[in-house]
T-cell receptor, first 113, second 114 residues
Framework: DGGITQSPKYLFRKEGQNVTLSCEQN?????MYWYRQDPGQGLRLIYY???????QKGDIAEGYSVSREKKESFPLTVTSAQKNPTAFYLC????????????FGDGTRLSIL | AQTVTQSQPEMSVQEAETVTLSCTYD???????LFWYKQPPSRQMILVIR??????QNATENRFSVNFQKAAKSFSLKISDSQLGDAAMYFC???????????FGKGTKLTVNP
């Protein structure tokens, strides 16, 4: 089945540790996105990528890093510089066609130990 | 900067009744897209319906329809014949045709009472 797969579903981070969230899509979508969701809030854009080997900062990029080495994959690293990483993280993708919506994965819940 | 406002943090509806969720947005653009996403307790974001700003006709998808008022910058979602499975958080979202950024409102929690 075509879709967006995020792993793991739950992730725990120790103080000072970097962790990486995986996002893989087999929809042949060009653009991929990472969002953060906090309780009672809408989604906020962390990073996005429109093409392989290129990505742009969103509204809350500090403390996060990404890579886009393959079209299918857009991993997000939450670094130790992100002081409040506890949140729900959603990955999305869409085709280049201008009127197409973003489709989302099932999310990863990150918590601090 | 574009903003999206959902003024109803929570709404409730009786099963089989109709409910309307409100959304307003602020933009100086003329070409943009609007979306309603549903987030059930499983937390997956599911696209419910979308509207292209240049289309005057309101979008419909089965029991879901929108009232798009471009001059008023309003984009409300109407759910007809509400079902228990409609219970979820509903998010309104905006994207300029010139941008990849999807701007979300803070959501409305919909409860469906049997």
């Amino acid at each position: 089945d075509g879709g967006i797969t995020q792993s793991p579903k739950y992730l725990f981070r120790k103080e000072g540790q970097n962790v990486t969230l995986s996002c893989e899509q087999n929809l042949n979508h060009d653009a991929m996105y990472w969002y953060r969701q906090d309780p009672g809030q809408g989604l906020r854009l962390i990073y996005y990528s429109q093409i392989v080997n290129d990505f742009q900062k969103g509204d809350i990029a500090e403390g996060y890093s990404v890579s886009r080495e393959k079209k299918e994959s857009f991993p997000l690293t939450v670094t130790s510089a992100q002081k409040n990483p506890t949140a729900f993280y959603l990955c999305a993708s869409r085709t280049k066609l201008r009127n197409q919506p973003q489709h989302f994965g099932d999310g990863t819940r990150l918590s601090i130990l | 900067a574009q903003t999206v406002t959902q003024s109803q943090p929570e709404m409730s509806v009786q099963e089989a009744e109709t409910v309307t969720l409100s959304c307003t947005y602020d933009t100086s653009e003329s070409d943009y897209y609007l979306f309603w996403y549903k987030q059930p307790p499983s937390r997956q974001m599911i696209l419910v319906i979308r509207q292209e700003a240049y289309k005057q006709q309101n979008a419909t998808e089965n029991r879901f329809s929108v009232n798009f008022q471009k001059a008023a910058k309003s984009f409300s979602l109407k759910i007809s014949d509400s079902q228990l499975g409609d219970a979820a958080m509903y998010f309104c979202a905006y994207r300029s045709a010139r941008s990849e950024k999807l701007v979300f409102g803070k959501g409305t929690k919909l409860t469906v009472n049997p």
